[in-house]
């Protein structure tokens, strides 16, 4: 069978090149053709041998995953849904400002962490993706970008994993995939454009400081243990105080010199001025030395089917963000994005899969009894529209 290039990091990819009998330097003319200039046709690739180009042909191919839909927001937001086989989709989201492009990037086929907050959480999980499957949506997303805008330049400055799955259960592939994205031949990303979203898996927070240290995101959601049990169930092996600690492990070695929380705000579950005040105090205990060590992005949640949950009201929003900001921890609230294209994530993909075991895993789950029942039918779970906002 042949070879996916796009599994390969450099390294990875020269020692492929030497096992059939070429210099390293190819590897390096190959690894641009793939991710700097989006080729996938070995004919195409002009200055590689015609000999070299005939093994490529016999060994590798360079492929992508098939699209099965895109949807485009009017204010430049693109969803696009990926087959990952067996009935199986991902889904990737790139959100265009001013001064950045950034692409969300799934990680996993659902996601076995399940907060109860999630729309893929809800879902259970399938699996992990490959490396190649991990990059294939930048690949992909650079390549429609240029020739959709027709632009040479690069598009995509920032890459979030913080699509469907937790990057950290998947560490395997995703240290490769990064690999290829903050390469000066790949994607040339720097490590403070691409952040690992997650959920708290302490183990590989350490790791992950260690083999590549690129910007943290961490989902807190709960100012004390007893909620954040509940709303990430994942709490109950790593708790709070571990987490934390965690966190502190990890700035030394981080891009930038501070941790972001994510916090979404649920209706009357975690978002009242006790909670507020509760996390500043675990903001407080957990600092180590002076100054700014974490930033909190407040997310603004957006019901869906069978979570049971409520968006927070906008005075809630405003009064929690600005209970933080008072207490001197650098606040913002997430805009929202690509509500026209319902761009909540793990909701498309979810409708790709067979959804009986789905309804069987969703009613034996316990309800957090904080809801009313007049819950909007569709939007994105954490982010009123924000596409890569489910964590
Ligand atoms: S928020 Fe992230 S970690 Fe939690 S269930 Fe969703 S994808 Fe998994």
Redesign the pocket.
């Known amino acids: 069978m042949a070879d996916n290039l796009l599994d390969f990091d450099l390294p990875g990819l020269a020692a492929w090149c030497e096992a059939r009998g070429e210099k390293r330097f190819r590897a390096t003319q190959l690894f641009r053709w793939i991710h700097q200039r989006g080729e996938s046709d070995f004919d195409q690739m002009s200055d590689l041998a015609r000999p070299f180009r005939e093994k490529l042909k016999r060994d590798a191919v360079v492929e992508g995953l098939p699209v099965l839909s895109r949807h485009d927001s009017a204010d430049g937001t693109i969803k696009w849904l990926f087959d990952v086989g067996n009935g199986e989709a991902v889904e990737t989201v790139f959100i265009p400002e001013d001064d950045r492009g950034t692409l969300c990037v799934s990680s996993q086929a659902g ?1 076995a ?3 109860r907050f ?1 729309s ?2 809800h879902q259970g999980f399938s699996r992990n993706l490959a490396t190649h499957e991990i990059v294939a949506q930048l690949w992909y997303a650079e390549r429609f970008l240029r020739a959709h805008l027709g632009r040479s330049d690069r598009v995509i400055t920032n890459v979030v994993m913080m699509g ?3 990057p950290l259960q998947n560490y395997g592939a995703l240290v490769p995939a990064m690999r290829i994205m903050l390469d000066d031949h790949g994607y040339g990303l720097s490590r403070r454009r691409l952040t690992v979203s997650t ?1 708290g898996v302490v183990p590989m927070m350490d790791r992950l400081a260690t083999d590549c240290p690129v910007a943290l995101a961490v ?1 807190l959601h709960a100012p004390d243990d007893a909620l954040r049990d509940e709303l ?1 169930p994942l709490n109950r092996k790593y708790p709070l105080a571990e987490l934390l600690d965690a966190c502190n492990r990890y700035l030394p070695h981080a891009p930038r010199d501070f941790i972001t929380f994510e916090y979404c705000l649920l209706d009357g579950v975690n978002d009242q001025p006790v909670h507020a005040q509760r996390l500043i105090e675990l903001v407080r205990q957990h600092r180590r030395g002076g100054g700014v060590w974490c930033k909190f992005n407040l997310i603004p949640f957006n019901p869906f089917v069978g979570s049971g949950l409520r968006r927070s009201t906008p005075e809630a929003v405003s009064a929690f963000a600005r209970a933080l900001n008072d207490a001197g921890i650098v606040t913002t609230v997430r805009k929202t994005r690509g509500d026209d294209i319902d761009a909540a994530c ?1 909701q498309l993909a979810g409708d790709v899969r067979d959804r009986t075991r789905v309804h069987e895993r969703l009613s034996k789950r316990r309800v957090i009894p904080l809801v009313s029942a007049d819950l909007p039918t569709s939007g994105n779970p954490t982010s009123g529209g924000t596409p890569y906002a ?2």
Do not use: D, F, N
Request: with cysteine.
């Open positions: 996601c962490v399940g907060c999630c893929t959480g469907m799955g937790e959920s989902s990430v793990g489910t964590r």
